[in-house]
């Protein structure tokens, strides 16, 4: 083979080039940072002084969009989580229950949460927790680490009445509790 | 020289292995993240042996770099199907779509290697494209890295800049130092 110092054909070198960065460029650009739908729902708020519970405008919002399961949501999920109030301490996971068509809160609804913590990983670590006649849930969990590169929640709605909802959101390391509400839609 | 050798294979897989993300992880994390962490010394050693005399040693630490790649992906599979099968999924989170076309750019820049005196292209087109797909698979390799929380973070992520961006340059040494031994045994 006949060697010089330069590529025999380098136009046809260069749109190669050309072609792979810019498709990976174009890869990386459409992804969503921590996944589709995957939103950050942690804050660093002090949970122990500020329990459970929404502010007034949260309370009676205009509109309530269907909350929709996003990519991943059901990753590890065991139906029948059992039921308990504390999977250890230190962070706070709640929010509240609505209907979508009519924005009411519904009272002793069934939201199953499932994350890694320090005391196991997201098929150990598993509850079932009901909400009060306000529509809130609160569950106080371990810290959540970041077993798959990013600290990450599950809460899973899935029994009758309304259609299921499997979410998965993110929170960061520092983080403390984290707020995730549901709006169930009729049907489905 | 040794000191530093050891130190560029000791530091990243000690920081990993002694951050709180592998508390209540299973033996297959703890062998994923050891075997990323090595990859990343690998990575970063790599480019230096390209620019020296010691090709059959850069030949056995490319295939020794793929081979903790793969380690580092089997592992997650073991560790959480769910989540190693989502993390590949195009809803995936731009961190894993990073570790996924660094480790295909991997694979060619190995294939390349093995295949170099059967591939119908010349060397400065063989140089070229080799150098441009190491630099891919280094540049998503450290980029997943970074934005990956748990293994290498705080004194982990200036590792992984230093290292990073050591081994870019080094891309770039290398280079330059083949061709002009290519073009020196041309001339000669």
Sequence with gaps: MVRTDRPRRPWILGLVIVL??????????????????????????????????????????????PTESNPGGTNNYIPDAPEADSLGSGFVIQGIVRTAEGCRPLDGVRIQVWLATES????????????????????????????????????????????????????????????????????? | MAAGLTAVVVVPVGLALSDGHLASGPPALVLSTAAAALAVSALALQPLLAGSHRISWHRALGGAALALVLVHIGGLFLVEVDDTLFAM????????????IGTLALI???????????????????RILHAFLATLAIVLGFGHALLTDGALDGPGTAVLLGFGAAAVLAVA???????????RAGSG
């Design chain 1, 120 to 188: 196991g990983g997201e098929q150990d670590n598993r509850a079932s927790t009901f909400t009060d006649s306000e529509g809130r849930y609160r569950l106080e969990t371990d810290p959540t680490i970041p077993q798959f590169g990013e600290p990450n929640i599950h809460v899973g709605y899935d029994d009758s009445g309304y259609r299921e909802v499997f979410i998965r959101r993110v929170v960061d390391l520092e983080d403390t509790r984290a707020k995730i509400d549901l709006n169930l839609a009729r049907g489905g």
């Design chain 1, 20 to 65: 792979i960065t810019a498709g990976v460029a174009a890869a990386l650009i459409t992804s969503e940072e921590s996944g589709t739908g995957a939103s950050d729902v942690g804050d660093r708020a002090d949970a122990a002084d500020q329990p459970a519970g929404p502010d007034r405008a949260e309370a009676s919002p205009a509109r309530c969009e």
């Design chain 2, 173 to 183: 040494g290398a280079y330059v130092a083949r061709a002009r031994r290519a073009r």
């Design chain 2, 108 to 126: 060619a820049v190995v294939i390349l290697g093995v295949a170099r005196a059967r591939l119908p292209m010349s060397g400065p087109t063989w």
């Design chain 2, 89 to 100: 999924s195009p809803d995936g989170p731009t961190r894993a779509r990073m570790a996924l």
